[in-house]
Structures are given as structure tokens and as C-alpha cells.
């Protein structure tokens, strides 16, 4: 099944999309090389950090080189707090970024965690403006219900630290989310390698964001159209159920087998 | 708590000893380590480390990419005024020295700003020496709120200030805080700095510090190496460093490696600083705290940047000029120190750019 032109594309906030691998447009050695990664891995959604973003410049403007067709996703990287987190989103709108805001309130340097608490608080003002809210989250039930709560239009709980490359540290707590939360469930950080993204998908994620696997990549365009063809088995692999996993062989029925003569 | 009682702590360390002994299977151990403890880190800075850059750096690129991606920010100083009350007996500012004196007028901080500005840059480093009669509070507030019509992050490296007055030049848009501890060996601190208000050991260690509890961005430390064993140094450097992350973990710790430069002084390096010095430094302080900055200023030849850009350098300046209005008066004056790297802004991002990184202009947007 080809996802670009299949009859199961992921919604969000009303809009629909080809693609369930979302990318991001830090750390490439060249901006030159996003439009050929979209090309690649057939991504509709691209983040892009609004500190990163010199409307004005002629030769250092990364939004020169993402396509019209992308759905572009603002976030808030920088934000220590809801308040900054909420400016951002409304300085991003103000510059012509839309109204879709990836909210990321991340109080500490080291391992570059979200604050749940802040997150839920900045999700509740900008849905209340109007915009289509993704936040970034660790992988928390709680913290997710209260999203949902607050408006936000998916979720997206870390697999692992942000650009650990470490893949699905949170696999229990992810799955919980994914059981409990009817938004849809954005896989976002940790995820190192297609293997991994591969492996949220068949957990039932309906999407999976990556960025540092990708741009530190050797081939980056190679890699990112790894992760689309990851994404796309893994999804593939959910929807067609997955056989159950047993410890032994199972030739036979020692206990009732004496039931078939 | 003030990093000085781990100052006090550690000066009690057998530095010798703990360097000394460190052995190859001890080094490959701790380079499989997820976290390093601060001996840990010390055996990275020993001579035994010093006998395996190669893995310390392919290391420490790994690190690097995987953190912070193939990209290095830009950014280029504007020294506002060379008054200085201080006698630092290793820089050329130094009261004693017999140079042109002047400050920047706002006029003159407009013109240099427009013309740096032509170059893309968006983040700059203000510099004045210690006059704060002169170059103070209102002034800074003043210059910075004509370079935030220029620039989208402004840094500041001036004498060290109270809290109340990091505090005001937040609001007057300043995000990052540059400043020197120069040497972390107090007896050694007093003999360097005789008189003014820099003799202030503590006062200049806990400004970093001060900085933090109001909420800065970011702040860059370093020691100013060549002044003392730079073994010690890099580990009192690295766990400032790691001190104020852990406390403050809100906002972004750099640290520098600057090593000392000729100046209008007379002063020479106590202590000779190697290439292969700096690159031990800079692997070992990237292992050590993976998410860390690193800044590279043009104090270092372009050939030596251009050899450790891989090596965990996040941070390099380019267009520099150490002279106060160096970029637009007529009248040449001396600089801070003389530059190794002349490379304007197009340079830096051609040689970047052919080295397989990409030079990042902007990365900060004003928030207030």
C-alpha cells in the first residue's frame, strides 16, 4: 500500500495528509538539502524553530526552502515557560507562519525535557485563539489528558531525550498513551533509526516526528526516505494486525489433542 | 552555595597525582560511560587522554552532531570603549598602557552597527573595558537599544555587575552574558589583577552566577589560558560550568577556550598552551557535558579553526575586530589583543559551508 495516495491519511486539526513522518529543518548542514529530504520521505509537515527563522535575509532563511505544499509547523524552541511559549506562537502568526504551533516549554539545557504543567497552560490559551496545537510532552497519560482537555490537536510524547537517537525508552508509557487518548499520537525525539519509527507505528502511533536521525545522517536524503518507507511498513503492519508473539513453537496440542479423533 | 566553596573543595585535590596515574584502560573505560563524574573528567584532561586525541575526537564529533547537528552559529564583537580602570597586567587595556582611549558615541554605535549588520549577523558581543563612570548602566541600555534595531540577540561582555544590573540590561534586551573567571587559582588571580575593581575574586567568580538568578539566556565562562596549568584551569572551568548547568538548568552554559594573544602590554604566557592543548580541552569538556556550547573566538588561527571545527565547536566569530569602532573611524586604534583569524562573515560561511557545516545566522528571536 502506497501512503501517498492511500485511503488511510492521518487528520489533524481538519486537515489531511498523505504522509505520517513529520520533519524538522535544524542541524542539516545545508538548508539546500529540505526540499530534497521532503522529496525523499514524502513528509507533508515540517517544524521549524521561529528563533531560527530571518524573514528578511536573502541567503540565511530557511522558509525559502520549504515547499508551498508543506504544512508548516511553527514551535516555540527557546521557551522557558507558558508565557514565552504563547508569545512565540503569536510572533510566529504575526510573521505569516499560520496558526499551527508545535509547543515546546523546555526549562532545562541538559536533557532538553518539556515541562507538562507549562505546556498544558500555553495549549489552553492558543486553542483558545484559535490555533491548531501540537505539544510536545513526555510520555505522561496525565499530562496528555489534560491536553486533551485544553484543546490541543494531537499529542506528541518523547521516545527518548531529544536527540539521543536512543529510540523507544517510553514504549510502556507510550503504548498507554496510545490506547487512552483518541487525538492523534506524534512520536516525537529519541527515534534514531527507521527501525524505531517503524516499531511506533506498528504500537499504533499515528505519527512519528523526526529531525536529528535524519540531518546526522551521512545521506540525510537516503535517510529520510528510509523513515517514509519505516513509517509507512509500521503503519501498514498495525493495520493489518499483528499476529500474537508466543515463547515456543506450537506443533501440536499436547494437552487436547486427543479431542480431534 | 557559590561555585566558590567547590573552589575551596578542590583545591585540596592532588591534581598531580590524579592526573598522573590515570592509565589507557581506565581512559577506555570512562569513554564508554553514558555520564562522567568529575574524575572522570579529569582523566580525560591527563597526559595519559592526551596520548588518545584521535578517539577523544571522534568522540566528541559524534556527540556533537548527534546534539547540535552540522551547524555553528555566527557572531562578531563591537568593542563600545576601552576606559578601563583595571590593571591586568595580561591585557591590552590595562590602565598602565599608553593607547588611545575612546568610547563609542551613540552615533558611532549606529554606524558600527549598520555596517555589521550589512554582513547577516544577527547576534552580537558588546565590550568595554571596567569604567563604569564612564561606560555604565545608562550607556549600555542606551547602545543596546539601538543595536536591537539590528540584531535579534545581543550579548554582553563587560566588568562584572550586580544582580539588580544584569537584571536592567535584560530588559533592555540583552539574552546572553559573556565573562571570564581569566585564572581560577585565587593566589595566582591577585598577582595578575592590581588594581580596580576586577581584584574582586569572588565578586568576578559569582557574576556568571548572578547572571543565572535573573534569568539570562545564556552565559559563556572561560579562563584565559596561558596564565596557569591549563589542566586545572580546564577542569575548574568544566565544573563552573557543570555547577551552574545543574543549578540553573534554565538556561544555556557555554564555555570558551581562549588561549592569550599578543597585546600593547608586555606580558608573556607563564605557560605555553599547545595546539594539541586545546584540542584535549575542547574533546574532553564535550564528553564531559554533551550539551554544552563551545565557542572558538578568533583569538586562534583560521587554519587551527578550521582543523577543530568537528570537534565540538558550537560557536565562532567572525568579521572580528578588537579595536573600539574598529570597523568605521578613521582613526586606527589599538585593539584588546591582535586577532589570528581574519576572515569576514562571507569567508566563515564559503568555508563552512565547503567543510560540509552550515553557518547559522539568527538563533534568537526577542520574546520581551
Same mark, same amino acid.
Not at chain 1, 132 to 161: C, E, K, N
Not at chain 2, 223 to 249: I, Q, S, V
Given at each position: 500500500m502506497n501512503m501517498r495516495d492511500n485511503n488511510d491519511p492521518l487528520i489533524i486539526g481538519g486537515k489531511t495528509f498523505a504522509s505520517r513522518l513529520l520533519i524538522g529543518t535544524g542541524k542539516y548542514a545545508a538548508d539546500t538539502l529540505i526540499p530534497k529530504i521532503i522529496e525523499s520521505s514524502g513528509s507533508r509537515i515540517i517544524t521549524v524553530a521561529l528563533r531560527r527563522v530571518d524573514f528578511e535575509a536573502e541567503t540565511d532563511n530557511v522558509m525559502k526552502h520549504i515547499p508551498d505544499h508543506m504544512q508548516l509547523l511553527p514551535n516555540?524552541?527557546?521557551?522557558?515557560?507558558?508565557?514565552?511559549?504563547?508569545?512565540?506562537?503569536?510572533?510566529?502568526?504575526?510573521?505569516?507562519?499560520?496558526?499551527?504551533?508545535?509547543?515546546?516549554?523546555?526549562?532545562?539545557?541538559?536533557?532538553?525535557?518539556?515541562?507538562?504543567?507549562?505546556?498544558?497552560?500555553?495549549?489552553?490559551?492558543?486553542?483558545?485563539?484559535?490555533?491548531?496545537?501540537?505539544?510536545?510532552?513526555?510520555?505522561?497519560?496525565?499530562?496528555?489528558?489534560?491536553?486533551?482537555?485544553?484543546?490541543?490537536?494531537?499529542?506528541?510524547?518523547?521516545?527518548?531525550?531529544?536527540?539521543?537517537?536512543?529510540?523507544?525508552?517510553?514504549?510502556?508509557?507510550?503504548?498507554?498513551?496510545?490506547?487512552?487518548?483518541?487525538?492523534?499520537?506524534?512520536?516525537?525525539?529519541?527515534?534514531?533509526?527507521?527501525?524505531?519509527?517503524?516499531?511506533?507505528?506498528?504500537?499504533?502511533?499515528?505519527?512519528?516526528?523526526?529531525?536529528?536521525?535524519?540531518?546526522?545522517?551521512?545521506?540525510?536524503?537516503?535517510?529520510?526516505?528510509?523513515?517514509?518507507?519505516?513509517?509507512?511498513?509500521?503503519?501498514?503492519?498495525?493495520?493489518?494486525?499483528?499476529?500474537?508473539?508466543?515463547?515456543?513453537?506450537?506443533?501440536?496440542?499436547?494437552?487436547?489433542?486427543?479431542?480431534?479423533? | 552555595m557559590s561555585f566558590y566553596e567547590d573552589i575551596v573543595r578542590y583545591r585540596d585535590l592532588d591534581y598531580q597525582n590524579c592526573l598522573s596515574s590515570v592509565t589507557d584502560s581506565q581512559f577506555y573505560g570512562i569513554l564508554e560511560k553514558p555520564h562522567l563524574s568529575d574524575m572522570d573528567f579529569l582523566a580525560l584532561l591527563s597526559p595519559c587522554a592526551g596520548q588518545h586525541l584521535e578517539e577523544m575526537a571522534q568522540k566528541a564529533h559524534d556527540i556533537t552532531i548527534r546534539q547540535f547537528g552540522r551547524t555553528i552559529m555566527l557572531y562578531t564583537p563591537m568593542y563600545l570603549s576601552n576606559f578601563c580602570n583595571n590593571q591586568c597586567i595580561y591585557c591590552g587595556f590595562n590602565q598602565k598602557n599608553k593607547i588611545d582611549r575612546h568610547q563609542l558615541s551613540l552615533e558611532e554605535v549606529e554606524k558600527e552597527a549598520l555596517e555589521i549588520s550589512k554582513t547577516g549577523l544577527k547576534h552580537i558581543l558588546i565590550l568595554t573595558g571596567d569604567a563604569p563612570k564612564i561606560a555604565g548602566l545608562n550607556y549600555l541600555e542606551s547602545c543596546c537599544k539601538i543595536l536591537?534595531?539590528?540584531?535579534?540577540?545581543?550579548?554582553?561582555?563587560?566588568?562584572?555587575?550586580?544582580?539588580?544590573?544584569?537584571?536592567? &540590561?535584560?530588559? =533592555?534586551?540583552?539574552?546572553? &552574558?559573556?565573562?571570564?573567571?581569566?585564572?581560577?587559582?585565587?593566589?595566582?588571580?591577585?598577582? &595578575?589583577?592590581?588594581?580596580? =575593581?576586577?581584584?574582586?575574586?569572588?565578586?568576578?567568580?559569582?557574576?556568571?552566577?548572578?547572571?543565572?538568578?535573573? =534569568?539570562?539566556?545564556?552565559?559563556?565562562?572561560?579562563?584565559?589560558?596561558?596564565?596557569?596549568?591549563?589542566?586545572?584551569? =580546564?577542569? &575548574?572551568?568544566?565544573?563552573?560550568?557543570?555547577?551552574?548547568?545543574?543549578?540553573?538548568?534554565?538556561?544555556?552554559i557555554a564555555v570558551s577556550i581562549p588561549r592569550i594573544r599578543p597585546n600593547a602590554g608586555e606580558f608573556q604566557p607563564k605557560v605555553i598552551v599547545e595546539d594539541r592543548d586545546v584540542v584535549q580541552m575542547m574533546t574532553a569538556l564535550r564528553i564531559f557535558m554533551p550539551r554544552t556550547g563551545i565557542t572558538i573566538s578568533t583569538r586562534e588561527s583560521a587554519e587551527f579553526r578550521n582543523h577543530i571545527l568537528p570537534l565540538g565547536v558550537t560557536k565562532m566569530s567572525a568579521g572580528s575586530c578588537t579595536a573600539v569602532g574598529g570597523r568605521t573611524s578613521e582613526n586606527k586604534r589599538t585593539g584588546q589583543f591582535e586577532i589570528a583569524d581574519e576572515r569576514g562573515v562571507p569567508e566563515m560561511a564559503a568555508m563552512l559551508q565547503a567543510s560540509g557545516w552550515q553557518a547559522v545566522y539568527k538563533d534568537w528571536q526577542p520574546i520581551m
Open positions: 516555540t524552541s527557546g521557551a522557558r515557560d507558558a508565557g514565552e511559549a504563547v508569545r512565540i506562537a503569536r510572533l510566529a502568526k504575526a510573521a505569516g507562519c499560520g496558526n499551527w504551533i508545535k509547543i515546546e516549554v523546555i526549562p532545562d539545557n541538559v536533557y532538553l525535557l518539556p515541562d507538562g504543567h507549562e505546556t498544558v497552560l500555553a495549549t489552553e490559551i492558543l486553542a483558545r485563539e484559535g490555533f491548531v496545537v501540537l505539544p510536545y510532552i513526555q510520555a505522561d497519560l496525565v499530562v496528555a489528558r489534560q491536553l486533551v482537555d485544553a484543546g490541543a490537536s494531537a499529542v506528541m510524547p518523547l521516545g527518548a531525550p531529544i536527540g539521543t537517537n536512543k529510540g523507544l525508552k517510553t514504549r510502556e508509557m507510550l503504548q498507554i498513551i496510545i490506547d487512552e487518548i483518541d487525538l492523534p499520537v506524534i512520536v516525537d525525539a529519541g527515534i534514531g533509526k527507521p527501525s524505531h519509527a517503524c516499531e511506533a507505528m506498528e504500537m499504533g502511533a499515528d505519527a512519528c516526528l523526526v529531525n536529528t536521525a535524519i540531518a546526522s545522517s551521512s545521506d540525510p536524503v537516503a535517510m529520510g526516505r528510509a523513515f517514509g518507507q519505516a513509517v509507512e511498513a509500521g503503519r501498514t503492519a498495525f493495520l493489518a494486525g499483528m499476529g500474537p508473539v508466543k515463547k515456543k513453537a506450537d506443533a501440536s496440542s499436547p494437552l487436547t489433542g486427543f479431542l480431534r479423533h | 536591537s534595531r539590528y540584531f535579534s540577540s545581543i550579548s554582553i561582555e563587560v566588568y562584572a555587575l550586580t544582580r539588580d544590573e544584569y537584571a536592567r &540590561l535584560i530588559q =533592555a534586551g540583552v539574552d546572553g &552574558l559573556t565573562i571570564y573567571q581569566e585564572t581560577y587559582n585565587e593566589d595566582l588571580y591577585g598577582r &595578575l589583577h592590581l588594581k580596580g =575593581a576586577k581584584t574582586d575574586y569572588r565578586f568576578r567568580l559569582d557574576a556568571p552566577e548572578r547572571g543565572c538568578e535573573v =534569568a539570562i539566556r545564556s552565559v559563556n565562562i572561560a579562563a584565559l589560558f596561558g596564565l596557569d596549568d591549563w589542566r586545572k584551569e =580546564a577542569f &575548574l572551568t568544566g565544573m563552573h560550568a557543570d555547577y551552574l548547568k545543574k543549578k540553573y538548568p534554565e538556561t544555556e
